[in-house]
Every structure is written in structure tokens, then in C-alpha cells.
């Protein structure tokens, strides 16, 4: 039955545990999950829109330069055309000093020439041998002859190399005439393809067909067709994604695009999605993190609060528990109280009448003595028995009396250990004549008390008669009586210790009850234990009793320095 009732008790603690915990982690952690989710996301999306309006300026502020760059070179051959004639750049090597001032700082143009109409060459300047060559069937030369000034996309053509050449034309005294300059295409690559964005970032234009224009970084030639190139030409900055390499390896990539005004090339930047993010998703990892150390921490110091709040718990529970042993014990003593009280009163009544008859005979006997010898021995002796017996039974009654009635205690100060030495004094001689010896350990800054010192001497000679009783089957033994102030110094602890025979398990809860006994019957009337119970909780102490089998029992008692304050007002 007690191994069921623990085993159900410690069910319920871990169910108790269980519960407590769940319901802190949800308490803990929804409001930080939820608000660690609202901060991640806000920020997520915050530094995702600030590292695209980054690339988005740093990809506007680069098509600007080469807008810039494009337009700077057409001015100048507008520059040139509008103030020279055709025959003052023809004579006295002035396009060969014109070539040479534009290319002073940087060698922006590879090469310029004027063509005729007829498409030949009239004046060339440049490393390559172009002045034979007629241009009149080339692309660039119809564009230019329609719309007077052009700029081309990349191609070969005679030099069989990738450039590209911006021309302009003029009418003079009747007759067309081009000027045509080509830019140096290492010069124009540098230009686009050196401005690095991150590790991965690649920079490169293209036509409106898709053609590259310049060398990508990672992949793909100049003057062949762009992978992932969707045509439409639009005014503003756009974002798409791309995903390159093979089904095993596939990398994100992020392109960031925006059409060049003239000519219509698109400039392209692009790269790893990972990179461009990499804060973003740096301070995901430390969000995350954090999240998972603070919920770790609430999960171990749930644990511990917990688990201390279920100690406490069964703390309580122990202590209502033993409160409750206590209250039953007091409601029994109560009732047997009032039954002893009523069967004291009531026995005493035949009690005074017998040993009225009985003194009645002895006197009788007295006066008129039976001449029978034997018989009046046998009435004189069972006349002895009568009042021998009747003074037992009122020896009886008055415990009995004793226990059901307080009687008004007398307090005093009481020096506890001089008070166990006149107690020990007094059943010394008792307890040698059956071997058993006693043995003191009297703390010297005990403090006196407050109690009544007639009670306290009963429940001591009460406990020293059961230490001697103890004794009796071993003819030997001893008895410590300790004393020492109590951890909280509100009060002191006597200890009564015996190495007597024991009190085995199944009745060491019920020692404290009237009338039980372990004592042959005639021996006992099983009531000072359950005086002394009384008298010590009346003082406003407590007493605990341990066993062991075999090797004795140790009573402890505790009373405070001062006793209740209802027993002070009935002095």
C-alpha cells in the first residue's frame, strides 16, 4: 500500500514537473519566437532592399561614366567635323596632330580617317593599312550616310579583330563627307569591365540582340550570344535572377540591368545571390543564434525553477501531511481524552466503594479475628490482594485523569542541564541494578527556558523508565541524554538515546497512541508516551522518535526558550 502511494506521488511530481515546464517554455518562448520572427523578417527585408538600392546606384552610377565616356568622344568628332573642312584635315598632317592631342592623356582611339561619299578612304591615321579599303558596303557606313551620325556595335571587319567605330557626316559644297574614329576597345573594356563589384561580380554590355560587347568576368566570349538574355528594352533599373552551371552545382545569381541611351547597348551587372546577401543572411545566423542560446537559457533555468518549485511543492505537501498526522493524532487524544476522563470518574465511583468494604473488613477481621487460621490468612491475604489491586486501578485513573485534564502549569526558568542531572540522579540507582548506565553530554552555553519543570520531569522519567524497559532482555546497556541550542536559537534540542532492544517499523507511527504497548499485559497501560506527546506540544515543543532494531532508539525533543503565549496567560 505505501510502495503504491509513493509510486503514485512521484507520477504526480513528474506529471507536476512535466506541466510546469511546458507551460514556462510556451510563456518563454512564443512571445520571443514571435518577436525574434517580426525582427528577422523586418530586418530581412530592410538590408535586402539596402543592398539592391546599393547595386542599383552603383550600376546607375556606371552606365553615367560610360554614357559619359561615349558621349565625350562623339562631341569631339562633332567638335572637329563642324570646325575644319575636309581639305584643311587632308593637308599639312593637321588629322595626324588632331589624332595625337585626343590621344595625349589615353590612347582612346585606336585609329581616324575621312571617307568620301563613294565610301573610299581620303585620309587615314592609325597603325593598321585601311587607306586602300572602300567602306561602302559596310553596315556602319549605310547607318551613318542615313542618319548622320552613328555609333556602331561591335564587329570585325577588315582588321579582323572585335571594335567598334563612331563616325559622323558633313555636307560640304555639295558633297558628304564621314569622319570615322575607332575606339580603342582595350581602353573601353577597361573601362567597363575594371569597375569590380564584390568577389563575384561581373560587369559587360551588350547589343540589343544579346551579343557581348566586352568579356564577361566568369564565362562567355565577346561577340557571341549572352545565355539568359531576354530582349524588351526598358527605360528604368531591373532586377532579375539567374541560375548558372551544371544539375549538380547551380549557382543564384542576382543580374542588375539598364539600357545605355546611344547607343542601345545594356549594361549588365551581375552576381552570386550569396555574396550579395551575405550580411543578410550573417545576421540571420547571429539572429538564429541568439535565439537558440536564449532559448537553451530559458530551458535550463526552467528546468531549475521548476524543478525547485516541485521540491517546494512536495515540501509543502510533506509538511501538510505530517501537519494533518499531527491533527489526527490531536483529534484522537482528544477523544480518547474525553472517554478516559468519563471511564476515570466512572471506575472511581466502585473504586472508593470497594476499598471502603474492604477496609470495613479489615477492620471486622480486627476486632473480631477469625478463628480458623488458615482461612483467616487466606482472608487477610486476599483483603492485601483487594487494596493492592484498587490502589493500581487508581494509579490507572489518575493518568488517566492526567491525560484527559491540563492541569495549571507552573512556568519558571529552568536550567536544562542541572534540571537532567537531578532527573539522571534520580533514576540512576534504578537503572544500575539493571547494568545500564548513564552518560551526559550538557552543551555549557545552553540558555535556560521557560516552562514548567513538574511536567518536564514526567516526560523525562517517563522516557528513561521506557530506555530502562528497553533494556530488559540484554541485562546491560546504556542511556545518553544530550542537550544543545537549536540551529535557529529560538529554542534548544534534547536528545534521550538508548542501546536497547527497539521499536521495529510497523510501530513506531503508533507509539504515541493511548493505550498502545509493546509491554506484556500487566506491564503497561500504554498511556506515557502519549502524556509525554501531550505535555511536550502543550510546552509548545515537538518530539520525533528513530529506531533501529536491535541497536536502540533515539527521542528528540525541542522546545523554545519561551512557551506559547496561551499558556503564559494562565499564570
Known sequence: MDQSLESTKKTHYSRLFRRFTFLTMVCSLAPLLLAGWAINTHYSKFARERMEKTLQTRVDYHRKIIEFFLEENRTQLDFIIRTHSMASLIENDLLNHIFKTINSDSWIMTDIG????????????????????????????KEVMEKGSYTSDMFMGFRKEPHFVMAVIKNEGGHRWILRATINTDWFRSLVENVRIGKTGDVYILNSEGIYQTTPGSGGQIMTLASGFEAGIHDDLKFRFLETGDKDVKTRKIVCETWLKDPKWLLVVRMDENELFEEVRHANRATMFSLHLSALIILIVTVFI?????????????????????????????????????????????????????????????TKPITDETLGEQFSGSLNQIDTQVRRCKHITRNLMKFARRTKSVIETVDMNVFLKEVIDLMEREAKSDGISFKSIM????????????????????????????????????????????????????TVEDTGSGINNQNIDKIFDPFFTTKSPGQG???????????????????????????????????????????????
Not at 114 to 141: C, M, Q, R
Not at 350 to 364: K, N
Request: glycine content about 8%.
Open 306 to 366: 521548476t524543478r525547485h518549485m516541485v521540491s517546494v511543492i512536495k515540501k509543502r505537501d510533506n509538511e501538510v501531511e505530517g501537519m494533518s498526522r499531527q491533527l489526527m493524532q490531536t483529534g484522537k487524544l482528544a477523544s480518547i481524552g474525553e472517554l478516559s476522563a468519563g471511564v476515570a470518574h466512572e471506575i472511581n465511583n466502585p473504586l472508593a466503594i470497594i476499598m471502603t468494604e474492604c477496609q470495613l473488613l479489615q477492620d471486622a477481621e480486627k
Open 525 to 571: 497501560t500504554g498511556l506515557g508516551l502519549s502524556i509525554c506527546y501531550s505535555i511536550v506540544k502543550q510546552l509548545g515543543g515537538d518530539i520525533a522518535v528513530e529506531s533501529d532494531i536491535g541497536k536502540g532508539t533515539l527521542f528528540t525533543l525541542t522546545f523554545p526558550l519561551k512557551p506559547p503565549e496561551d499558556l503564559m496567560k494562565q499564570q
Open 114 to 141: 575621312i571617307i568620301g561619299e563613294n565610301g573610299d578612304h581620303l585620309a587615314y591615321v592609325g597603325p593598321y593599312d585601311l587607306i586602300d579599303k572602300n567602306y561602302s558596303a559596310t553596315f556602319w557606313f
Open 443 to 494: 552543551d555549557d552555553e545552553l540558555k535556560p527556558i521557560l516552562s514548567d519543570p513538574s511536567q518536564l520531569q514526567q516526560v523525562f522519567l517517563n522516557l528513561i523508565n521506557n530506555a530502562i524497559a528497553a533494556h530488559e532482555d540484554k541485562g546491560y546497556g546504556m542511556i545518553t541524554i544530550a542537550t544543545r541550542p537549536a540551529k535557529d536559537k529560538t529554542g534548544i534540542v534534547i
